[in-house]
């Protein structure tokens, strides 16, 4: 499987052998180089204050594993799936708050913030299979058979939700023609 | 208002500014090499060998419920190359596709059954272990196959199916192994081709030639004959030994007989329940009863036909003994002589050579009519399990293993014996039995020890009928001796060879025949 984004990880694969033969400043290379990559996964998905543990809790859980990656190519798909699922578990333990847009009278609804929250607002409204698959295609640019694997599901499955989260997504943006 | 694409641009854009505090990465050391046990064990979970396993152990466990524990535990070794061999053919993410792992893992249970029922064979000799490997394999098929077998699996597959998204993600670090390419061609050729390519080599080594068809057509009297007398074969033993009528039996015993001359096969069981109700009614009336001497004959024309190995009670050294014993007595007239000599050529005629003996054994042996050598009869517990067709939830199918391999070895069987019988045809009798004999591999402790040497072990049993011979000449030499008093009024010499010893007191004789062994080869008679 390629990494469909190159420019920010061409070099990633490298690092990630190196450190899966126990380099230590390989593995700091490989955290540095992917940081972004977790907080991006993370910011549509939990409070701003909780990024924090999401991103040390996935370099943990990278660091154990790291050894049975089969494929270093495989790494920024794989990386998404222990981001997600960092996510889901900070999220059990404090849910995220979402404010109604009904009830926010304060923000100019024309304004960048605004949209922002937006999205926010909508993603949170979806289902939680519907909001991952969106957040690693469109967020961080992954192909079809990368979010198959980073969310273990089959190809034919998120080419088929990807569609429909799409739609519903921007229904709930207002944002359909 | 933005569009779609702008607002996820925003996004991406907002989590690059985000700056966090340094991670202490360099507290963390270097990165574990090897995985832990643990972890192995977590991912076999999940790439679907735990699941696989459990449920040909599950298999191994129901199929052999109440067997030794050393046979349940070869088995539960055994099933592993097979659990090995199955993932390989099924998805890297089997944990993600459960429905591809029921039917895996009906398969992996079912083999797992069968490998656990060829851990039970330790008979030495090939061809039975084969047997019994074929009969285990057709009987853990028809145990898998059922409807209870079937449910445990069903519901075993349901709950992995329930419990597998929440295993999923409690273990969501874990990264499957792919199967490697050569352990996929490895498992294809293993589960897929080589069966198919057995099955296939099996249904054409089975089939008959045009060899074995002219051999068909010359029997073609024996193989398509049939026999039925009713009452002959639901007659219980022990009532036809009490009750039956020494002249209803009779009776049956010629109508067989006659059958049998014509041409007509009859079932082992029933040519045995009748021959031994001869043979004991035979030996209780004693020889100086009246109706000794017409049943005696009819017993050993019954018994030429049929071939005395049948049975015990009365082989063929106490037959002739009887036979000539039965001659010994002085006919009261010219045509009684007469009648006896008759009797007496028809009996020498009707002996089978050797040849014709293993024809009809071999011939029914595959038409599955008598004859089954030993052990194959007790290693199926009986004649009925060889051939039944597979039974699937209930329903018997045409075709099962055992019947391919029946044919199978029908087939080599029959092979051996025309190429046998190619050199042993135009021989004289003595040398045809010489020649059978000559086939027969060393015997230590005087057992056969293959099946091809039991096979020829029964034949030659079988073709030793023609041992007789030298009791129909010593019963023609009294027919000769009778036939002196009734011209002459007294028993006079008759010419003979060296082999006979007789002596002649007035109305009595004495034959002592030198070529049978003692005892049982001396003959006292007359008025």
């Known amino acids: 499987m390629e990494a469909s984004i190159k420019d920010p990880y ?58 049975q990656l089969q494929k270093a190519n495989s790494f920024v ?54 909001r991952n698959i969106l957040v690693l295609r469109e967020l961080l640019g992954l192909s079809y058979e990368e979010v198959a694997y980073a969310l273990l599901l089959p190809v034919g499955t998120v080419r088929s939700r990807i569609h429909y989260a799409r739609k519903k997504l921007k229904k709930r943006m207002s944002l359909e023609e | 208002m933005k569009s779609y694409e702008e607002l996820w641009s925003e996004m991406a854009h907002e989590a690059d500014e985000i700056g966090l505090v340094e991670l202490p990465t360099a507290s963390l050391g270097a990165p574990p090499e090897r995985p832990q046990a643990v972890q192995r064990y977590q991912r076999a979970v999940l790439n679907g060998t735990v699941p696989l396993l459990l449920f040909a152990l599950m298999g191994v466990l129901l199929n052999q419920w109440g067997s030794l524990a ?8 055994v099933s592993l190359p097979f659990v090995w061999l199955i993932r390989s053919l099924l998805p890297t993410e089997v944990a993600v596709r459960p429905l591809w792992l029921i039917p895996a893992g009906l398969l992996a249970g079912g083999l797992a059954e069968v490998s656990s029922a060829l851990t039970s064979l330790l008979i030495k000799e090939p061809e039975v272990t084969v047997h019994l490997a074929v009969e285990g394999t057709q009987r ?34 874990l990264d499957t192994k792919p199967v490697a390419r050569g352990r996929r061609v490895a498992g294809v050729v293993a589960l897929v081709v080589v069966p198919a390519g057995l099955l296939a080599w099996l249904a054409l080594s089975a089939s008959w030639d045009e060899r074995h068809q002219e051999w068909f057509k010359e029997m073609e009297g024996e193989r398509f004959a049939s026999f039925s007398q009713p009452g002959l074969s639901t007659l219980p033993f022990s009532e036809s030994l009490i009750n039956f009528p020494t002249l209803r039996l009779t009776g049956m015993a010629r109508t067989a007989s006659a059958e049998r001359e014509r041409g007509a096969i009859i079932p082992r069981s029933d040519r045995e ?79 089978p050579t050797p040849v014709e003996q293993i024809d009809r054994l071999v011939l029914g ?10 052990p194959l009869t007790d290693a199926w517990g009986g004649r009925d399990g060889v051939r039944r067709g597979l039974r699937v939830l209930g329903y018997d199918l045409k075709l099962s293993p055992t019947q391919f391999e029946k044919r199978f070895v029908n087939k080599r069987l029959l092979d051996f014996w025309l190429n046998l019988r190619e050199e042993m045809v135009g021989l004289t009798p003595e040398q045809q039995r010489k020649r059978l004999a000559a086939e027969f591999g060393p015997a230590p402790h005087g057992y056969p020890q293959t099946l091809r040497d039991k096979y020829i072990h029964e034949w030659v049993q079988a073709t030793s009928v023609d041992k007789l011979v030298p009791y129909l000449e010593t019963a023609e030499l009294v027919l000769r001796l009778h036939e002196s008093f009734l011209k002459t009024g007294r028993y006079s010499e008759v010419s003979t060879d060296a082999r006979w010893e007789i002596g002649i007191e007035g109305e009595r004789f004495t034959i002592r025949d030198q070529e049978i062994s003692s005892p049982g080869n001396t003959w006292k008679g007359g008025k």
């Open chain 1, 10 to 67: 061409s070099d990633l694969s490298d690092w990630v052998e190196r450190a899966k033969g126990g380099e230590v400043t390989a593995f700091e290379q490989v955290v540095k180089k992917s940081r972004k990559l977790v907080i991006k996964v993370a910011l549509p998905l939990v409070e701003r204050h909780q990024l924090e543990d999401v991103v040390q809790e996935t370099y943990l859980k990278v660091h154990q594993h790291l050894h």
């Open chain 2, 365 to 374: 042996l595959i038409a599955d009519q008598y004859y089954e050598p030993q």
């Open chain 1, 77 to 130: 798909p794989w990386l998404a799936r222990i981001a997600v699922n960092c996510c889901h578990r900070v999220r059990k333990k404090t849910p995220l708050v979402v404010e109604s847009r009904e009830t926010d009278q304060t923000v100019d609804p024309t304004s960048g913030l605004a949209t922002k929250l937006d999205l926010r607002q909508a993603l949170q409204e979806l289902k939680e299979f519907d």
């Open chain 2, 140 to 173: 853990s098929l028809e145990r898998f196959l059922s409807p209870l077998h079937l449910t445990a699996y069903v519901v075993v597959g349901l709950f992995w199916f329930l419990f597998l998204p929440r295993l999923r993600r409690t273990l969501y670090y």
């Open chain 2, 70 to 77: 050393l046979v349940i535990f070869a088995g539960c070794l």
């Open chain 2, 273 to 351: 329940r009748l021959g031994r109700a001869l043979a004991y009614r035979l030996n209780s009336l004693g020889i100086n009863n009246r109706g000794y001497q017409p049943l005696s004959q009819l017993y050993i024309r019954f018994a030429l036909n049929f071939g005395f190995e049948d049975y015990p009670v009365l082989d063929w050294p106490h037959a002739g003994w009887h036979l000539v014993n039965a001659l010994t007595s002085l006919p009261g007239s010219q045509e009684e002589l007469k009648l006896r000599k008759e009797e007496l050529d028809q009996l020498r005629q009707a002996i």
